[in-house]
């Protein structure tokens, strides 16, 4: 089945130590997606790639970064996680074409916890 | 501004009964209406979408209805089970690929 997904489910990370956390999709979609989900909260998107073209919001911490190697990939990096980026960390596709009506196919998600 | 608010923030319903959950946006211009379910711990899976022509759309027990003059959604859910403790988010698009405006969503618990 066509999907989109993360590893780990769970990360556990120190304070200050990088962590990478990593997405996979099978939809050959253009547009891939990162957002960061607190508790009881709307997810918030940190940045999305279309094809390869980055596109940071412009409230999105410099400690955060990605990389989209290929269609298939892409991955979160935090540089030096604090206490506040603990968080569920979701990626999602959609294609370009329009009659897709945009939508956004999630993955399961990557609960991240920082020490 | 373009937001998106749901009501109410919480619910508790008993097994077999039916609730209705509320959406409103002022998103410009508006493309589509998506609503999702997300349980805990998972990613948030999409149950319908209406564009601005269309008043009602049915997914099994969920049926949602978009009044795009008033700017107001709403999720009816029939006969709920207790599969059906989740969140539900509202989610409205402006038409490009990347503008897509959350809501806070609901939390619904249904209780035996």
């Known amino acids: 089945d066509a999907m989109v997904i993360q590893n780990p489910r769970y990360q556990v990370t120190q304070f200050g130590k990088p962590v990478t956390l990593s997405c996979s999709q099978t939809?050959?979609?253009?547009?891939m997606y990162w957002y960061q989900q607190k508790s009881s909260q709307a997810p918030k998107l940190l940045f999305h790639?279309?094809?390869?073209?980055?596109?940071n919001e412009a409230d999105t911490p410099d400690n955060f970064q990605s990389r989209r190697p290929n269609t298939s990939f892409c991955f979160l990096d935090i540089r030096s996680p604090g206490l506040g980026d603990a968080a569920m960390y979701l990626c999602?596709?959609?294609?370009?074409?329009?009659?897709?009506?945009?939508?956004?196919?999630f993955g399961p998600g990557t609960r991240l916890t920082v020490l | 501004k373009n937001q998106v608010e749901q009501s109410p923030q919480s619910l508790i319903i008993l097994e077999g009964k039916n609730c209705t959950l509320q959406c409103n946006y002022t998103v410009s211009p508006f493309s589509n209406l998506r609503w999702y379910k997300q349980d805990t711990g998972r990613g948030p899976v999409s149950l319908t979408i209406m564009t601005f022509s269309e008043n009602t759309k049915s997914n099994g027990r969920y049926t949602a209805t978009l009044d795009a003059d008033t700017k107001q959604s709403s999720l009816h859910i029939t006969a709920s089970q207790l599969s059906d403790s989740a969140s539900y988010i509202c989610?409205?698009?402006?038409?490009?690929?990347?503008?897509?405006?959350f809501g806070p969503g609901t939390s619904l618990s249904v209780i035996p």
């Open positions: 939809l050959n979609h253009n547009v």
């Open positions: 790639y279309y094809d390869k073209d980055f596109n």
């Open positions: 989610v409205v698009s402006k038409g490009s690929y990347d503008k897509v405006i």
């Open positions: 999602a596709t959609s294609s370009n074409y329009r009659d897709s009506y945009n939508e956004q196919f």
